[in-house]
């Protein structure tokens, strides 16, 4: 039996040394007992000096893992990633196994480290000591879960370069003096002072943004648990703001009554007035020209052209996309780039003819963000879609189809006017009104952006399978 004693908890540089020698050596898990130096030696067992040892390759990810998980307290954590560290030289996507009893305990530790640090982060409140010439220096008392302040102690330096301050905490202290960080032994609470002028400003402030219509309590509690209040200055105000928060919405309601914009309903009238333009389009060939022309969402501006639907006049399936892409924008016509190819493929597979079916798109223009050369697809808002039903509504008029697919939400709410998820109104035929049917389904480009080649195939069979339902249906 090899014995390890750590000398200093949460070191991951002392750790890792000692690790290394013994992997080097093929010494295994089960041949190895981990000690801190407070706890003893054994009377058992040979002890090892902690040795570099020689180069070991190692998943980057889990070094990276294993230097936070170090500092938790648990005191089986040296054996343990020492473990993990032995399988990982032998199966190098041991990380990957998420239903593995070490790698789930791994990411479970790791998860409660980061928690702290951003505990740490958040709740860490510093006094005031003094000044010296052109540098001021603070303190702060803190008390993590975990032995993190190695961790955490370089935000700290980041944030605050151009003061001097230390963080004391009963495991050790970080010290930031004449721009060096330096690391000492643990302290108490009785080092840093109480309070300082600034906390009563910062208390008067934070009464002042608390606002009583959003608390949450449960939430707050969530994030700011209980156990950090008692370092914390305005945690002293939080039971009486929590205590008056309903007299003071109720006291809000009474007193802060708005009037409505008087320029609403003028808004109302121009935006009615624009959207009855256009009764004098009698056919689909004038509604493509009027499309073309629209201006009435900011979208127009950076499009090349507006996309209308195109089919036959009478098909009895209409196919509503989200709005065009790239290529679609370019050409002038729905669904021609890679996402018409994969419908295109579809509709092959599931026996309907393109050429029979009206397509087009619940928004007109092609919505998109610069990145370089290319023009990255962005989803239209819920405003947008709505100011383009206009345009859907007058070709569902003209074509008046039996059925209508709606490939994607954006799509589903265009057509619908409501908000809904795909997952929810998958799977069923559904009547709107005038007794259209409807069948909702993904959008084509969905199976595009999945880089899971069985989970892709599954996909596409189950669009193919809505699109066979949907020429039965209409059949």
Known sequence: MREVVL?????????????????????APDEVSWRGSEEGASLFGDAVA????????????????????????????????????????HDRNLLARATDADVDWLRKADKAIRRDVHKMHAFVRFRRLGEEPGRESFAAWFEPSHRILRLTAPFFQRRFYGMDWAIVTPDARAIWQDETLTYGPGGTKDEVPDSDVVEDQWRTYYGAIFNPARVKIDAMRAEMPKKYWKNLPEAQDIAPLLAGAEARVERMRAEAVSMANPLTGKWRTRVQDELTRGE???????????????????????ATQGVAGEGPEAARIMLVGEQPGDQEDLQGRPFVGPAGQVL?????????????????????????EPRGKRRLHQNPTNAEIDICRWWLDKERVFVQPGLIVTLGASAL???????????????????????TKLIATIHPSFLLRLPDRARAAEERAMFVADLLRARKLAA
């Open 280 to 302: 004098e389009i009698e056919t689909l060939a004038e509604l493509a020209k009027a499309v073309d022309r629209c201006t009435r969402c900011p979208l127009y501006c950076d």
């Open 413 to 435: 709410r265009g057509v619908t006017g409501k908000s809904a998820s795909i997952k929810s109104m998958r799977g069923a035929v559904h009547e709107l009104e005038g007794g």
């Open 7 to 27: 000398k200093t908890p949460g070191d991951f540089a002392e750790w890792r040394c000692a690790a290394r020698g013994l992997l080097a050596g093929g010494v």
């Open 344 to 368: 295109n493929e579809a509709l092959e597979e599931a026996g309907l003819d393109r050429t029979q079916l009206f397509l087009t798109n619940a928004v007109k223009h092609f919505k998109f």
């Open 50 to 89: 902690a040795a570099p040892g020689a180069q070991l390759s190692l998943p980057r990810e889990l070094v990276e893992i294993a230097d936070r998980v170090i500092c938790h307290r648990d005191a089986e954590v040296p054996a343990r990633l020492y473990r993990i560290m032995w399988r990982a030289l």
